[in-house]
């Protein structure tokens, strides 16, 4: 059974059909998801949907989203947190982190709501979720200046050897997805072979972030082709880790989920319950309606990079 630890599961290209998304993951083999928040707007749709589906959720201001945030958001948040602090579904501070790929955000801005929202996950004894994109050294830098030692995941983790080791030795487990199962992705696929095993979660980063089989040209996009990925896809990236370093399949789904137990302790007691729905919507009839295509995902940058 796969744990996938980054899922967008409230994203709009799942409304029109969420629960047959869901069932397909569970058909598929992934007990667990979890959901985090990208803003305030969305903390109580994450939390309710993870309540729906047996699933779990974080909540944080993500970077992406830091230019239209405000600080009475870092205030909504500590509430938040507050509020829902013996909800066992609440398993991290996320999604947040620093993003300097992407030119036209505020930098001091991403500063200030990352290191808030390190605070509050100090404050509440929460880990967190890391959005790292050519970033790694400014998020380290973050953690330490604020002495988190709660650990968590850097998500969608495309840093260096020596970042990743740095990561590794505050508490952090690293994020693995789509992106390890296409060849050309030569430095995250030798992060995946060679890292200590104990380093590594899997994640889908649905819908973003597409498997290399789901991928699709610009013109097969322009002509109308979805590239939307979802959570039911996991165990075939995890037998894409599981071959790059030369486990069977089995190992690398009890090695991975053992991982995400330790980043995010919190998991581990949903876990009787979540396998117990999982079974259940194995063997009934899948709810919902017949899965539909998918609609055109957003513009292809966004989709290939993530959110
Ligand atoms: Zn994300």
Wanted: include cysteine; aromatic fraction near 6%; hydrophobic fraction near 45%.
């Amino acid at each position: 059974m796969w744990i996938d630890t980054h899922c967008h599961l409230d994203a709009g290209e799942f409304d029109i059909d969420r629960t047959a998304v869901v069932a397909r993951a569970r058909a598929a083999g992934v007990q667990q998801i979890v959901i985090p928040a990208v803003a305030a707007e969305n903390f109580d749709t994450v939390r309710l949907l993870a309540h729906a589906h047996g699933f779990a959720y974080a909540l944080g201001i993500h970077p992406l989203y830091v230019m239209r945030a405000t600080e009475a958001d870092i205030a909504a948040l500590d509430e938040a947190l507050t509020a829902h602090r013996d909800d066992p579904r609440l398993v991290a501070i996320g999604e947040i982190g620093l993003d300097f790929f992407v030119k036209s955000l505020d930098v001091q801005r991403q500063q200030w709501f990352y290191l808030e929202q390190l605070k509050l996950a100090r404050r509440h004894r929460l880990p967190v979720i890391l959005h790292v994109r050519r970033s790694a050294d400014q998020l380290l830098a973050g953690l330490r200046r604020i002495g988190l030692d709660t650990g968590g995941i850097g998500h969608a983790f495309n840093g260096s050897r020596q970042q990743a080791d740095a990561f590794l030795g505050l508490g952090f487990c690293l994020g693995f997805g789509g992106t390890l199962t296409f060849d050309r992705s030569l430095q995250i696929r030798r992060l995946a072979a060679e890292l200590p095993a104990e380093a590594l979660v899997t994640e889908t980063d649905a819908p973003d972030i597409p498997p290399q089989w789901l991928y699709r040209t610009a013109e097969e996009r322009a002509a109308g082709a979805s590239m939307r990925n979802e959570p039911g896809e996991l165990p075939r990236i995890g037998a894409d880790l599981a071959a790059l370093r030369g486990w069977s399949v089995d190992e690398a789904a009890r090695i991975t989920r053992h991982n995400a137990l330790r980043a995010l302790p919190r998991l581990a007691a949903l876990g009787a319950s979540a396998a117990v729905t999982g079974s259940e919507a194995v063997a009934g009839p899948a709810p919902g309606p017949a899965p539909a295509p998918g609609p055109v995902v957003g513009p292809a940058a966004a989709a290939a990079a993530g959110r």
